[in-house]
């Protein structure tokens, strides 16, 4: 990749400063088994990327090379990769199903009219807050090139904020009416569709990874 950023730039410029394939580049550790030690494929230890994409889905990976150190190596294998499609990726879209499922039921649409923010309850504007909160954590965060230190706070704002609030509320919809605010008691077929796959709000189909949509 690096000798082909190169040459599809080479002459293009003649400034050597414009020549160069990118400006910074943040590598990581090596990429070991779960004990820690080098994978082979004369010992079995190898996991190719199509078996693991097709497994545990590609979300996931790159979840995982995400919130990691990248001073330290990566211990990558199955256990390390479901913890993380357990944790946060079926977490994640079991809170939007479960937002879908309502927000179809209270006839939603979200092309209506939007609910001034000064106007919402309380738990609205604090989840917002919240999540400009985690919006300027994230800007943060890549300017210094500090990738994990977001995905843990990304992750606390789905564990702590979105998902407890959501199941453990005693409002159908609890803190998840912070995603929208109905205008109307109109029923709409297509008022909420999966961000990943574009299903409709019957999520009669899953996301297009196969790992969530198994766990889902």
Known sequence: LLSMATMMNWDRTGDPEDKKPFRTLLGHGLVMNEAGKPMHKSDGTAIWFEEAAEQLGVDTMRWLFLRHN?????????HACDDIRRGLVLTLWNTYAFFCNYA??????PQGTQVAVKDRPDIDRWILSDLQLLVEHART???RFDIMS????????????????ASHSDSALGS???LYRPTSRR????SCRCPSCRAPIELAAGPSDPAVRAGA
């Open 187 to 190: 029923a709409s077929r297509t």
């Open 70 to 78: 990248p001073a330290h190596n990566l211990n990558f294998g199955w």
């Open 150 to 165: 977001f995905c843990m706070e990304a992750e606390r704002f789905v564990d702590e904020n979105l998902s407890r609030n």
């Open 141 to 143: 965060s890549y300017e």
């Open 104 to 109: 179809r039921l209270d006839g939603f649409d």
């Open 176 to 178: 998840m009416s912070w």
